[in-house]
């Protein structure tokens, strides 16, 4: 339950978003933060956490997360999907539009909030569809999912073949101040693959992505978004040219942003081999190389956002052999631990890690979310920066247990999760 | 999982046969030396050992196949097992019944060993994973990556003409990007010491960073791949590669990649030449050359027999081994350590 004052003391209180780092008291009422340091006249808390030992940042921004509902709720529910959210230190996060109906209505998104408002344990943003059905031929009406809630419109991971289409659509989003979010997937060459066209499709005689898939779409994309100055967003940039082209791009000035997913941060094409279904991932795992260079354009800031790319599944959906698996992982509880990881390998320092997870996926959004500041709404995450601890199915709060990390000894770990000002999750040292 | 864990016991011995992938040269070359046993079974007025009585073979197809399907049955026959066919082709996922649902019902009629083929990459190796302890599985193809007992009895062939595998140079010519016998030729050859293994195709057969990904050399020239070859393998070309971006013709390609008696002179005067079938005349391969001298290619078909007969009985072997073991009072039957493992997956 919401106590209507708290105190969050002794806690390392660290906002990337205004360069804060320092050991300090913080004080909440109504659902806001009021005051950092000394505690306003007359505050009487009705509880103190105790944040001795811990970090206390903003509450994770993710941009990318499916939570199944409304249409696939045996894979996942806002309910089961928020409650894991909560449990990753996430406080936002942003739903794709390919539910079930897809959100091309301002009605399918307005179901997806109340839904969470009443249910949920995050703030749920649903992106709007890019085009009608996602179906890639018409144009949706963004105005009015704007008016019902959408900060971003996408088109998920399904095509817009028509180039033309494809640039009425960012020209028409942009009217709206409306972000673009693109998956950069050239489908006329990734459709029918399911791994990293390279050493290992070559040896399990598995189906390639070549590199070009995502290439060939991102010069296109790039191109469009220079030429109509409509913002973009790529989602889940996977190749290190990839990353070289955007970086070129964004130093001419082109409007673009982009975000990897957590995952290819950490796993390459060589944990596939034994045919594990639980790296299969849409874009795919490519190589080594790849991943270094994803890693440098993060710490760089070429790549300004990590997500979970979170996508739970039924057991099933992962039993059976390789190329009738479903992609996907389920990740929205190891999204903070793994950043962190990044921080003990010496990839980058805290205050960047976390800033690629919070206020920086924000500003993508165009919303003041991810931020520790006198007034701001208290999303918060209290962690612990050194606890190590080990995924595994027992506690695991999402309904999909599709994750390779399992048994993976990780560094950090959350302890409080408040969103609003209300604790969504707390768990025992 | 790891396909040499999953293959062999503690003890090294062959359990599954999914892949020449992680099987080492030892077990490779036991295969061969027990193949050489059973060819001359195949000889004898009663042409039937008892080395698999009183044990249940299910060849479960997903995918049509008659020559090889039919050599497993025989093999299985000539070993005195009880041989079941289940032809599942391809309307068993229509009806909504999941792989492993059709695994475990085969599993109550107490099957010993499933020969699978299935179009999928990797499917023989899920169904070991998640196979009942004493169960052995032996895969018959499984989409373009294995086929572990032809790639064998082409070994078997090889070594029966030419001897010692070091002193080789092996070509296989044609579709290699989509061909799971290519695959399985490629390991065992290098698994086996051949000291050179080349590729040749056009491009678009060829699969992403071959060279690095399979340690073989790339040719796209016929004649430049041939030259002082001793083994030739013919791949077989689908025809549906025809329609797609791959080739632009049969014409074409025979022009180009077929062998021929003028082509074949930049081989070694002893070079064998191999198939393994069906065979399209005139596409992959000149008729002259696929009934003359040079072509061993018959010979595969009755090889294979001993071979499938040999892996067969192997992994029998080791199972009967295992039962033996596991019914000692001193020792719980415990599901073996891949089984669990596979449970725990998804």
Redesign the interface.
């Known amino acids: 339950m919401a106590e209507r004052q708290l105190t969050i003391a002794n806690g390392r209180v660290l906002d990337p978003a205004n360069g804060l780092d320092q050991v300090i008291d913080l004080h909440l009422s109504n659902g806001r933060i009021v005051a950092i340091g000394t505690a306003p006249e007359g505050f009487e808390p009705q509880r103190l956490i105790d944040a001795t030992g811990l970090v206390v940042c903003p509450g994770l921004v993710d941009l990318c997360a499916r939570l199944r509902e409304p249409g696939l709720e045996h894979k996942g529910t806002i309910e089961s999907e928020t409650a894991a959210a909560a449990a990753g230190g996430i406080t936002t996060l942003c739903c794709p539009p390919d539910t079930a109906p897809v959100i091309d209505t301002p009605a399918v998104a307005q179901l997806i909030r109340r839904r969470a408002k009443t249910r949920g344990q995050a703030r749920v943003l649903p992106v709007g569809a890019l085009t009608k059905g996602l179906a890639g031929q018409q144009i949706s009406e963004m105005a009015a999912l704007r008016e019902a809630g959408c900060p971003a419109v996408s088109n998920a991971d399904r095509p817009i073949r028509n180039t033309r289409v494809k640039r009425r659509a960012l020209e028409y989003a942009a009217t709206f101040d409306l972000t673009s979010i693109l998956h950069p997937a050239d489908h006329d060459l990734s459709d029918g693959g399911l791994v990293h066209e390279g050493r290992v499709s070559t040896q399990l005689g598995l189906p390639g992505i070549p590199e070009a898939a995502e290439t060939v779409a991102l010069a296109r994309d790039l191109a469009l978004a220079e030429q109509t100055g409509a913002r973009v967003h790529f989602r889940g940039l996977s190749t290190a040219r990839a990353t070289e082209m955007l970086a070129e791009a964004r130093s001419r000035g082109v409007a673009a942003s982009a975000d990897v997913s957590v995952h290819q941060l950490f796993l390459t094409e060589d944990d596939l081999y034994g045919f594990n279904a639980n790296a299969h991932v849409i874009p795919p795992l490519r190589t080594p190389k790849d991943r270094d260079a994803l890693r440098a354009a993060v710490a760089s800031g070429a790549i300004s956002a990590i997500c979970s790319d979170h996508r739970p599944h039924e057991p099933d959906a992962k039993l059976a052999p390789f190329p009738q698996t479903r992609p996907g992982i389920s990740a929205l509880e190891t999204l903070l631990s793994l950043v962190l990881e990044l921080v003990a390998e010496g990839v980058m320092d805290l205050g960047t890690a976390l800033a690629r997870v919070t206020c920086n996926p924000a500003d993508i959004l165009n919303r003041a979310f991810g931020r520790i500041e006198i007034g701001a709404r208290a999303d918060l995450c209290l962690f612990d920066l050194n606890e190590r601890w080990r995924p595994a199915p027992e506690h695991w709060l999402s309904q999909g247990r599709n994750t390779p990390f399992f048994g993976r000894e990780l560094r950090g770990r959350v302890r409080y999760t408040l969103s609003n000002g209300r604790l969504v999750y707390e768990r025992g040292s | ?3 040499r864990q999953l293959q062999l016991d503690d003890e090294g011995r062959l359990k599954h046969f999914l892949t020449t ?1 992680g099987l080492d040269r030892a077990v490779l070359t036991e295969i061969l030396d027990r193949a050489e046993g059973f060819l001359s079974v195949s000889r004898q007025a009663v042409k039937k050992v008892p080395l698999c009585r009183g044990k249940i073979i299910a060849n479960v197809f997903f995918e049509n196949s008659t020559r090889t399907r039919t050599t497993f049955e025989l093999a299985a026959k000539r070993l005195s097992a009880d041989v079941l066919n289940v032809n599942i082709g391809t309307s068993a996922t229509a009806k909504g019944e ?3 649902d059709t695994f475990r019902n085969l599993e109550a009629m107490n099957v010993d060993m499933f020969v699978v083929r ?1 179009a ?4 023989a ?2 169904i070991a994973e998640h196979a009942a302890p004493f169960v052995s599985v032996i895969n018959a193809g ?5 086929h572990p007992t032809q790639g064998m009895l082409d070994m078997f062939t090889i070594r029966r003409h030419k001897g010692a595998f070091e002193p080789l140079i092996a070509v296989i010519v044609g579709d290699v990007l989509h061909s ?1 016998v290519a ?1 399985s030729q490629i390991g065992a050859l290098r698994t086996l010491g051949a000291a050179e293994v080349r590729v040749v195709a056009p491009r678009t057969l060829i ?4 060279e ?3 340690g073989v050399r790339v040719f796209t020239k016929l004649d430049d791949g041939i030259r002082d070859a001793d083994v030739i393998i013919m791949l077989r070309l689908q025809r549906e590669r025809m329609n797609g971006a791959f080739l632009p013709s049969e014409h074409e390609y025979f022009h180009l990649f077929g062998l021929t008696e003028q082509r074949i002179q930049q081989a070694k005067p002893d070079a064998i030449v191999m198939h393994p079938g069906p065979i399209n005349r005139g596409v992959e391969i000149d008729s002259s050359i696929a009934d003359g001298p040079r072509s061993v290619i018959l010979e595969q078909v009755s090889n294979g027999l001993a071979i499938r007969m040999a892996v067969m009985s192997m992994c029998i072997g080791t199972q009967n081994l295992a039962l033996a073991h596991a019914s000692r009072p001193a020792e719980a039957l415990a599901p073996s350590p891949e089984a669990a493992q596979g449970a725990q ?2």
């Not at chain 2, 999928?120 to 499917?123: H, I, L, P, T, V």
């Not at chain 2, 499984?142 to 294995?146: P, T, V």
């Not at chain 2, 699969?207 to 071959?210: G, Y």
């Open positions: 999982m790891d396909p992938d999941t792989l492993l299935h999928d990459s990797g499917a190796q899920f499984d989409g373009s990556y294995a799971r695959r699969p992403a960073v071959a690095e990904a399979l997956h998804g």
